[in-house]
């Protein structure tokens, strides 16, 4: 294992964007090694009054959509107009093999070898807490080492959704044309989240059919109650192949931050997330301590065998295992 540096040396390389040092402190925050997560603690400290200056946009969309190629066009016109980006990925993880599914590099080439972007796949073989934990504090040691916006990619149409959500400041939901069929297939909590909807692959013959469906999505959304953040909910169209439609949707993005930030919804959706962040640390710990008890580890799989035969009831068991898990705290 390569040797770890010292707290100050992770904050000062961080202080500075050296994204070498940057890469190293997030290995760090996803180790779940009981030093590193010692170590880890005092970084995330020592940066924390240099955190909270960026844009934080969560994006989500269909599959097929485009999101990739959409995240990369979106990268490079916030880093042409010398901003510095970095893009994080919650990603799913291959619970057998612990990898990840995807290789974001590989799917953002030109905007990672951007020197003003820094591209992160979530950590794998982390439960999803785990990964909604790790790209909480990624985010922060990014905010630290001076990017000025973060993207926060889901992978796919799921509980990832509400995750995002709740640790971005803007949401974006990407869709295609064809917004009847569209509608369906996606969750109507998911359009209820978005700040805005943005209809992808609005290029050639799709042109006209993406005109028709922000119509159409447009409509949907009159039907939704009113958001926390009393700014309308817009429907865009854009071509990420073509480049079209993206500086007017990062100028749409500028709009709701400015307009938020005079309102107080800004600040006091970031207050929300924190003390969300707070709870969730919470309950992971408390079931990490659980599991990890020597006491439950032995008493689990005679419960598991019972439960599984019928024997006895699920919560009856679930008690009794939660009752053993309390008395061994009082030793």
């Known amino acids: 294992m390569r040797q770890r540096l010292t707290v100050e040396a992770y904050t000062q390389g961080i202080l500075s964007g050296d994204r070498i040092i940057l890469s190293r402190a997030i290995t760090l925050i996803e180790s779940k090694l009981k030093n590193d997560k010692i170590l880890a603690k005092s970084v995330l400290e020592n940066i924390l009054p240099n955190t909270g200056n960026s844009m ?13 190629t959409f995240i990369e066009a979106l990268g490079k016109h916030i880093t042409s107009l010398k901003k510095k980006v970095a893009v994080l990925t919650i990603d799913p993880s291959s619970k057998k093999t612990g990898g990840s599914i995807l290789a974001d590099k590989t799917r953002m080439e030109e905007l990672s070898r ?40 889901t992978v796919g149409v799921g509980q990832s959704e509400t995750l995002v959500k709740g640790m971005s400041d803007f949401f974006l939901l990407l869709m295609l044309a064809g917004a009847g069929d569209e509608i369906q297939g996606i ?8 700040d805005a909807v943005a209809i992808n692959k609005a290029d050639g013959a799709n042109k006209v059919l993406a005109e028709q469906a922000v119509t159409e999505y447009q409509n949907a959304l009159h039907l939704f109650p009113k958001s926390d953040s009393d700014f ?15 500086a007017s949707l990062w100028e ?21 997330q924190n003390l969300e962040w707070m709870h969730d640390y919470i309950r992971q710990t408390l079931e990490e301590q659980f599991y990890e008890n020597t006491i439950i580890k032995k008493a689990i799989a005679t419960s598991e065998k019972s439960v599984k035969e019928g024997n006895e009831l699920p919560v009856t068991a679930a008690e009794r295992l939660l009752d053993i898990f309390r008395k061994s705290l009082m030793k």
């Open 114 to 153: 951007d020197p003003l972007a820094f591209i992160r796949p979530s950590a794998s073989g982390l439960s999803l807490g785990g990964v909604a934990r790790s790209t909480r504090e990624t985010m922060l040691l990014c905010e630290a080492a001076g990017y000025e916006v973060i993207i926060i990619e």
């Open 252 to 272: 749409l993005i500028m709009e709701y931050q400015q307009s938020t930030i005079q309102n107080g919804y800004f600040q006091e959706n970031r207050q929300a």
């Open 56 to 68: 934080r946009v969560g994006i989500t969309g269909v599959p097929g959509v485009g999101k990739s």
């Open 232 to 246: 309308i909910t817009k429907v865009v169209t854009c071509s990420a192949l073509e480049g079209t439609g993206i």
């Open 187 to 194: 969750k109507k909590g998911i359009m209820e989240m978005a």
